[in-house]
């Protein structure tokens, strides 16, 4: 089936820095992809709508400058954490759905720990 | 809005034991309704799915049955395997696709040999 890949898988960094997290669909191409985040024991919670060659559609109360989305190519989109404090640890997932829309393909998360 | 509640875990069973995971919704309207699994290390993969009241999902031996009447969608197997230990997620769209998806906190599953 379709994979979808994420990097990197974990990361820790200090706060006030940036991170970036990459979500590559590896052999199909994707118009649209997901963000997601969770946290321990709880849903996913979608963060925002990825689309190439447009702006990202953010959920009600996900800060658009917090949280950069860039969808540059078909097989790429990026999300980056800017400034980031200790309450965005948190696992971030993305997924890209299928061409007939029937399911989505998700990447296996990235586990962000800001100190 | 929608939402999904599902049984709370860590759920540990025995091999060749029946599984049943719990999972209610609310929706408006008619949606669709989704069981994905997460095996460890890997992202989270359909395992069935059902668009209909009484449609029945069923893949490797899971099956769900779409009750509109009680608002449920459990995940049942009759015999699991070790294999079969993973984490599990009940979800549903109301756009009628998987484009948008509410899911549920996820129920994790051991299978003790």
């Known amino acids: 089936g379709a994979v979808v890949s994420q990097h990197p898988s974990w990361v820790i960094c200090k706060s006030g820095t940036s991170v970036k997290i990459e979500c590559r669909s590896l052999?199909?191409?994707?118009?649209?992809m997901f963000w997601y985040r969770q946290f321990p024991k709880q849903s996913l919670m979608l963060m925002a709508t990825?689309?190439?060659?447009?702006?990202?559609?953010?959920e009600q109360g996900v800060e658009k400058d917090k949280f950069l989305i860039n969808h540059a190519s078909l097989t790429l989109s990026t999300l980056t954490v800017t400034s980031a404090h200790p309450e965005d640890s948190s696992f971030y997932i993305c997924s890209a759905p299928s061409l007939q829309g029937d399911t989505q393909y998700f990447g296996p998360g990235t586990r962000l720990t800001v100190l | 809005g929608n939402s999904v509640t599902q049984m709370e875990g860590p759920v540990t069973l025995s091999e060749e034991a029946f599984l049943t995971i719990n999972c209610t919704y609310t929706?408006?309207?008619?949606?669709?309704l989704f069981w994905y699994v997460q095996y460890p290390g890997e992202g989270l993969q359909l395992l069935l799915k059902?668009?209909?009241?009484?449609d029945k999902g069923s893949n490797k031996g899971f099956e769900a049955t779409y009750r509109k009447e009680t608002t449920s969608f459990h995940l049942e197997k009759g015999s699991v395997q070790v294999s079969d230990s993973a984490v599990y997620f009940c979800a549903l769209s109301d756009l009628g696709s998987a484009r948008q998806l509410t899911f549920g906190s996820g129920t994790q599953l051991t299978v003790l040999p």
């Open positions: 059902a668009t209909k009241a009484d």
């Open positions: 929706a408006t309207g008619y949606p669709s």
């Open positions: 990825s689309n190439e060659g447009s702006k990202a559609t953010y």
């Open positions: 052999d199909f191409q994707a118009t649209t």
